[in-house]
């Protein structure tokens, strides 16, 4: 067998291309290592012990950078709750009520971008902080909130919190995750957004007994509690390896690799594929475009990867996933549930559904791979969103109608949450090259929140207009669309490290199946 990593000269180890890996580098020849520790009993137990410390470490760092999105979800399941109460206690009108539940989602769109360039400026870590602290802020206000507009002012700040929190931990759980595991671990984020979404409602429930004036303070001020662990989850996890190269710290960005790399054969491996991708040490990428440039006037690969990743992130959206979990109240209390703890006791049962079903995602995700499970996803939600709509529009509200209902609209978050749901920022924090993935996930969060505010904020308005079951015939027509997308644009990224999967977008390339190899990552990089 040949060398698997870097050839060694007199003055010391190199890496590919010349690359200086420093001192540290520890290959060896395959078919030598083999041998020599075969028949080591002692040694394959340290492996062991070794790749299991190493699992649960990368898991909890997964754990952790996660806990931001917990905010987003509680913040959807507690205010399609809380804005009964918030009506009844402040006067506010319906156009009102959409733009308190919907605002959020777009003002979190310039947390989102702001993002990009804060990870890249202060780090993938520190503006998990920045997420945390901002948000608290604007609970807070909300808590204490007066009148609509102090409430608003709050909802400002707790938005560009939650698009700060949205965008990063996608990005940072891919770059420190090892590539077997990199979907599970990336799918994280949505599994945080779905236990918040459960923990509103049962808020919902649990206070909904109380004073009108009292019980939504409360169920709103239980939403700082989470972002408090964050500061605790600062000296536990690391900083991204993939950023710490980016800013020419090469030893720690090892120190990192090593805790997080169950072989230590493999570490200077995607050490060298990411000096590469960021191009350290190449002198003809001294005079690489700036990152918004490129995005602005992106090459062809570059465009096919915008179109994925902006797409897919706004079909999660105008498939009308908010307004299922923001009005379900609405949707069954339009099926004939009658009764303000009859409705929200209907709504825990779609967030335990949604909460469930994303742990199927989990498992199967870096098994089946990404595309099978968007097919499973998209045409799953299409049946049943027409089968919301058929219901409400033609069953009327017996009990045939309500248990339709119910069983649709869990129907319905249970395809989200197996698919589309998590898949959509796995693939965008893996698709785009090293020195435009932050920004341009950023870009793809903004899709995201965009599109959810936009549906957020229309839906009691649309569905006045052409009635509930009509605008879920609408959203059931998009998520037909949506198979469509994911049959032409989305590539399958299962078991590809982050490098190679730059190569699935180049020119003459089959996006599926395609097999990539180390020698063509520095192909890729000497390219331009």
Same mark, same amino acid.
């Given at each position: 067998?040949? @060398?698997?990593?870097?050839?060694?000269?007199? +003055?010391?180890?190199?890496?590919?291309?010349?690359?200086?890996?420093?001192?540290?580098?520890?290959?060896?020849?395959?078919?030598?290592?083999?041998?020599?520790?075969?028949?080591?009993?002692? %040694? %394959?137990?340290?492996?062991?012990?070794?790749?299991?410390? &190493?699992?649960?470490?990368?898991?909890?760092?997964?754990?952790?950078?996660?806990?931001?999105?917990?905010?987003?979800?509680?913040?959807?399941?507690?205010?399609?709750?809380?804005? @009964?109460?918030?009506?009844?206690?402040?006067?506010?009108?319906?156009? $009102?009520?959409? &733009?308190?539940?919907?605002?959020?989602?777009?003002?979190?769109?310039?947390?989102?971008?702001?993002?990009?360039?804060?990870?890249?400026?202060?780090?993938?870590?520190?503006?998990?902080?920045?997420?945390?602290?901002?948000?608290?802020?604007?609970?807070?206000?909300?808590?204490?909130?007066? +009148?609509?507009?102090?409430?608003?002012?709050?909802?400002?700040?707790?938005?560009?919190?939650?698009? *700060?929190?949205?965008?990063?931990?996608?990005?940072?759980?891919?770059?420190?995750?090892?590539?077997?595991?990199?979907?599970?671990?990336?799918?994280?984020?949505?599994?945080?957004?779905?236990?918040?979404?459960?923990?509103?409602?049962?808020?919902?429930?649990?206070?909904?007994?109380? /004073?009108? %004036?009292?019980?939504?303070?409360?169920?709103?001020?239980?939403?700082?509690?989470?972002?408090?662990?964050?500061?605790?989850?600062?000296?536990?996890? /690391?900083?991204?390896?993939?950023?710490?190269?980016?800013?020419?710290?090469?030893?720690?960005?090892?120190?990192?690799?090593?805790?997080?790399?169950?072989?230590?054969?493999?570490?200077?491996?995607?050490?060298?594929?990411? @000096?590469?991708?960021?191009?350290?040490?190449?002198?003809?990428?001294?005079?690489?475009?700036?990152?918004?440039?490129?995005?602005?006037?992106?090459?062809?690969?570059?465009?096919?990867?915008?179109?994925?990743?902006?797409?897919? !992130?706004?079909? $999660? !959206?105008?498939?009308?996933?908010?307004?299922?979990?923001?009005?379900?109240?609405?949707?069954?209390?339009?099926?004939?549930?009658?009764?303000?703890?009859?409705? *929200?006791?209907?709504?825990?049962?779609?967030?335990?559904?949604?909460?469930?079903?994303?742990?199927?995602?989990?498992?199967?995700?870096?098994?089946?791979?990404?595309?099978?499970?968007?097919?499973?996803?998209?045409?799953?939600?299409?049946?049943?969103?027409?089968?919301?709509?058929?219901?409400?529009?033609?069953?009327?509200?017996?009990?045939?109608?309500?248990?339709?209902?119910?069983?649709?609209?869990?129907?319905?978050?249970?395809?989200?949450?197996?698919?589309?749901?998590?898949?959509?920022?796995?693939?965008?924090?893996?698709?785009?090259?090293?020195?435009?993935?932050?920004?341009?996930?950023?870009?793809?969060?903004?899709?995201?929140?965009?599109?959810?505010?936009?549906?957020?904020?229309?839906?009691?308005?649309?569905?006045?207009?052409?009635?509930?079951?009509?605008?879920?015939?609408?959203?059931?027509?998009?998520?037909?669309?949506?198979?469509?997308?994911? %049959?032409?644009?989305?590539?399958?990224?299962?078991?590809?490290?982050?490098?190679?999967?730059?190569?699935?977008?180049?020119?003459?390339?089959?996006?599926?199946?395609?097999?990539?190899?180390?020698?063509?990552?520095?192909?890729?990089?000497?390219?331009?």
């Amino acid at each position: 067998m040949g @060398l698997v990593g870097v050839q060694e000269n007199g +003055s010391g180890e190199m890496g590919l291309s010349g690359i200086s890996l420093g001192t540290k580098n520890k290959y060896k020849r395959m078919d030598s290592e083999l041998s020599e520790d075969h028949d080591d009993p002692s %040694h %394959h137990h340290h492996q062991e012990d070794r790749a299991s410390s &190493i699992r649960k470490y990368v898991f909890a760092c997964a754990v952790f950078a996660s806990l931001n999105n917990v905010l987003l979800g509680y913040d959807v399941g507690v205010m399609s709750g809380a804005i @009964l109460f918030i009506q009844e206690d402040l006067n506010i009108t319906e156009v $009102q009520q959409e &733009i308190l539940v919907g605002i959020l989602s777009i003002v979190s769109l310039f947390g989102s971008l702001a993002g990009g360039k804060t990870s890249d400026v202060l780090g993938r870590k520190w503006t998990m902080a920045l997420a945390a602290v901002i948000f608290q802020a604007g609970a807070a206000v909300m808590t204490l909130a007066p +009148s609509f507009k102090v409430l608003m002012i709050g909802r400002l700040l707790a938005g560009v919190g939650i698009g *700060l929190g949205v965008m990063i931990a996608p990005v940072y759980i891919a770059e420190i995750s090892p590539t077997v595991s990199r979907g599970s671990l990336t799918s994280f984020p949505e599994i945080f957004i779905n236990l918040g979404i459960l923990l509103g409602y049962v808020s919902n429930y649990a206070f909904s007994g109380l /004073p009108a %004036h009292i019980n939504w303070r409360i169920m709103l001020a239980v939403g700082i509690l989470p972002s408090i662990f964050i500061g605790f989850a600062l000296f536990v996890i /690391p900083e991204s390896p993939r950023w710490l190269v980016m800013q020419n710290r090469v030893d720690e960005a090892r120190s990192v690799l090593l805790k997080t790399n169950e072989k230590e054969s493999e570490v200077e491996e995607r050490l060298a594929e990411i @000096l590469l991708a960021a191009g350290i040490g190449n002198a003809e990428k001294c005079e690489e475009k700036a990152v918004w440039c490129e995005l602005l006037r992106p090459s062809p690969a570059v465009r096919r990867m915008l179109i994925t990743g902006f797409g897919i !992130q706004c079909f $999660q !959206q105008i498939t009308g996933i908010d307004a299922t979990v923001y009005y379900s109240p609405e949707i069954f209390k339009g099926a004939g549930i009658e009764g303000n703890s009859k409705l *929200l006791a209907a709504t825990v049962a779609v967030g335990v559904t949604k909460t469930v079903f994303i742990l199927f995602a989990i498992i199967l995700i870096d098994k089946l791979g990404r595309k099978p499970l968007l097919y499973l996803s998209t045409i799953g939600m299409t049946i049943c969103l027409f089968s919301i709509g058929f219901t409400l529009t033609f069953l009327g509200k017996g009990e045939i109608g309500i248990a339709l209902a119910i069983l649709s609209v869990c129907g319905n978050v249970a395809f989200f949450s197996v698919g589309i749901g998590p898949v959509c920022w796995v693939l965008t924090s893996e698709i785009f090259p090293l020195r435009l993935r932050a920004q341009a996930s950023a870009l793809g969060a903004v899709g995201n929140r965009v599109c959810s505010g936009l549906v957020a904020m229309s839906f009691l308005s649309v569905s006045r207009a052409i009635s509930v079951g009509g605008t879920f015939f609408i959203f059931s027509a998009i998520s037909a669309l949506s198979v469509v997308f994911v %049959h032409t644009l989305v590539p399958e990224t299962k078991g590809k490290s982050l490098e190679q999967i730059e190569l699935l977008f180049q020119d003459n390339r089959e996006w599926q199946g395609s097999e990539v190899e180390l020698g063509d990552v520095e192909q890729l990089v000497q390219k331009e």
